[in-house]
């Protein structure tokens, strides 16, 4: 969590569509910004966008087998760690 401190009283920001807070209240003049759920629903974001792009280079990647997407095969940890395994991870949770 990223501490961001204010001197002076500032409204609470909610995430556009989703409904949930990106800015929590910690005391009266500080807010914690949450950034591993930002990361994770601008990653979705992205990932359902090339899903529904049937001309885009990834579209290949992300591959259905009944309800979830299977995660393609990585030799490395590196690659694990790279975007499409970690999209298809926070799709299929």
């Given at each position: ?20 807070m990106l800015l929590y209240p910690f005391e009266r003049n500080d807010f914690y910004f949450d950034v591993d759920f930002f990361v994770q629903e601008r ?51």
């Amino acid at each position: 969590m990223l501490r961001i401190e204010r001197d002076y009283a500032q409204p609470i920001v909610d995430c556009p569509g989703s409904g949930t807070m990106l800015l929590y209240p910690f005391e009266r003049n500080d807010f914690y910004f949450d950034v591993d759920f930002f990361v994770q629903e601008r990653v979705k974001k992205a990932a359902l966008n090339f899903i529904c792009d049937q001309n885009h280079v990834l579209n290949s990647c992300y591959e259905t087998n009944r309800n979830f997407y299977r995660m393609p095969r990585t030799r490395t940890n590196r690659f694990l760690e790279s975007f499409i395994p970690f999209s298809i991870q926070l799709l299929n949770n």
